[in-house]
């Protein structure tokens, strides 16, 4: 069952573009910036992960984390992070327990994983669900949503 606007983020762990453990409770206190997307090293999830990067000062400004999460492993986020110099989190779902937590949809006829990005306030409530297969508008919402809170 997806999320919806209102409902608290799920507790989720992951592992991040280092390899280290990540608990989702370690950063409730600060608004953040979950954004699921298909697969490191694609033309459209590196323009988004690049727009994220070009932005991530002005998500810092804020109070923001921003969180990356695709099913590619550790060892290609490590890779993805270092090629374009990501500075935000990036998870590797591999099981897709997260996307699955989170209840995001597959698009294209369910054949590739979807692209939605969730803003939850310092609570962990979510403000803002926006789903769409077009990378850079995620990065326009997100901060529009933050600069309401």
């Known amino acids: 069952m997806a999320l919806k606007v209102g409902d608290r983020i799920p507790f989720f762990l992951g592992k991040d573009s280092n390899g280290a453990s990540f608990e989702v409770r370690d950063y409730i206190g600060k608004p953040l910036v979950i954004y699921f997307y298909p697969k490191n090293n694609t033309s459209v999830c590196t323009e988004q992960a690049c727009?994220?990067?070009?932005?991530?000062?002005?998500?810092?400004?804020?109070?923001?984390?921003?969180?990356?999460?695709?099913?590619?492993?550790?060892?290609?986020?490590?890779?993805?992070?270092?090629?374009y110099k990501l500075p935000f989190i990036l998870l590797s779902d591999s099981d897709k327990k997260i996307r699955k937590a989170f209840g995001v949809p597959n698009d294209l006829f369910g054949l590739i994983p979807g692209r939605v990005?969730?803003?939850?306030?310092?609570?962990?409530?979510?403000?803002?669900?926006?789903?769409?297969?077009?990378?850079?508008?995620?990065?326009?919402?997100?901060?529009?949503?933050?600069?309401?809170?």
């Open 51 to 83: 727009s994220f990067r070009d932005k991530y000062e002005d998500f810092k400004a804020l109070g923001a984390e921003v969180i990356g999460i695709s099913s590619d492993s550790s060892k290609s986020h490590i890779g993805f992070a270092a090629r």
């Open 117 to 149: 990005t969730y803003v939850a306030d310092k609570n962990g409530i979510i403000t803002l669900i926006f789903n769409s297969m077009s990378g850079k508008i995620h990065i326009e919402k997100a901060l529009k949503m933050l600069k309401t809170m």
